[in-house]
């Protein structure tokens, strides 16, 4: 079965950096596209960045263009979020989910249903915060 854990997250300063890890079992990479989700309180949740499964195409949030990047290293089935020049508004639960379509796809979507993101990790907490 299908399993994602996130790790990385924690509090951060205004205008600070944190990169996050979304460590994958149960299938290699190239079989599924990697969604990187967020949930501030009282929000909903929302897409804020993908890769594809051919790892060649990927699609940011306007929210998060220039500031933050995703990769991904297949030898360690390992997806990265590396998120630069934080917010106080980057306040949120980040989840890293698994998407369908099947391998070598070169497209990815932010929207969870759309992008038929079936497997979720447990989140973790980002606080951007003085």
């Known amino acids: 079965q299908l399993q994602l854990v996130e790790s990385g997250g924690g509090l951060v300063q205004p205008g600070g950096s944190l990169r996050l890890s979304c460590a994958v079992s149960?299938?290699?990479?190239?079989?599924?596209?990697i969604g990187w989700f967020r949930q501030a309180p009282g929000k909903e949740r929302e897409g804020a960045v993908c890769?594809?499964?051919?790892?060649?195409?990927?699609n940011y949030a306007d929210s998060v263009k220039g500031r933050f990047t995703i990769s991904r290293d297949d030898a360690k089935n390992t997806v990265y979020l590396q998120m630069n020049s934080l917010k106080p508004e980057d306040t949120a639960v980040y989840y890293c989910?698994?998407?369908?379509?099947?391998?070598?796809?070169?497209?990815?979507?932010?929207?969870?249903?759309?992008?038929?993101?079936?497997?979720w990790g447990q989140g973790t907490q980002v606080t951007i915060s003085s």
């Open positions: 149960g299938a290699t990479l190239d079989l599924v596209a």
């Open positions: 890769i594809s499964s051919s790892g060649g195409s990927t």
């Open positions: 989910a698994a998407g369908g379509g099947g391998p070598g796809l070169h497209v990815c979507y932010l929207d969870e249903r759309y992008g038929e993101y079936d497997y």
